[in-house]
């Protein structure tokens, strides 16, 4: 009979420890889903007020640009040469031959299930970002998004950022320049593409028209300044 009672006991002791935690582990996730919606309502915020910003300093380019054509041939000599230095920024869309490469996961047949060999990583589309540079690319995109100095490539998640938006599964790389030196060195035996094609589905073809938009983001330079020229 003692032995009942104590089992009792301790059976309604474990029962109110058990609502105890239920009830502060649901007030923590309350809280937390309170901050995070916070935090994407401040980010949103934020990003609105960048958007505002690019509209200003986009309209403000315009009139420059729109000032500088009536002006004489030393001004239209400076304005080609605005041309010039937004197209190399990565600030105007572009159109010329090159490749496109699509990277997408290769399946295998496993227990006869159709299963993924191995994700797509960061780093992969990185390798072929910087052989496509070092082949002499001229302007290069993934995804629609151009890469420029400032591009970030990195996980989070499931997902690839490529500046600070977010994507996934297949990836299309397209790259401006010599059609025949850009896939050369692509398909060169042991580079690259050979080394990712192990484990990843990799098609490049040859196009004599591909475009390329313009970078869609924010730059601002606060602290690097250019040097004064000294005589």
Known sequence: MGLAFVSLILGLALAL????????GGIVSLQR???LTRRVEQLQHENDGLRSQIRDHQNRISEFENAVKDEDESIKLIHEQ???ARTV???????GPGV???????????WGADAIVQDIHF?????LVNELNAAGAEAISINDE????????RSAGNFIVINTNRYNTPFEIKAIGNPETLEASLKLLG???DELSAYLDIRIRREDAIRIPKYRGYLDHRFAQPVQATN
């Open 191 to 193: 580079g690259v593409t």
């Open 33 to 35: 889903t309170e901050d």
């Open 146 to 153: 151009r890469i420029i100095a400032t591009t970030e490539i």
């Open 17 to 24: 420890q058990f609502r105890n935690v239920q009830r502060i």
């Open 89 to 95: 920024a990565g600030l105007t869309d572009v159109e």
């Open 100 to 110: 496109a490469v699509i990277i997408d996961v290769k399946h295998a047949l496993e």
């Open 82 to 84: 605005l041309e010039r």
């Open 123 to 127: 780093n992969d589309l990185l390798k």
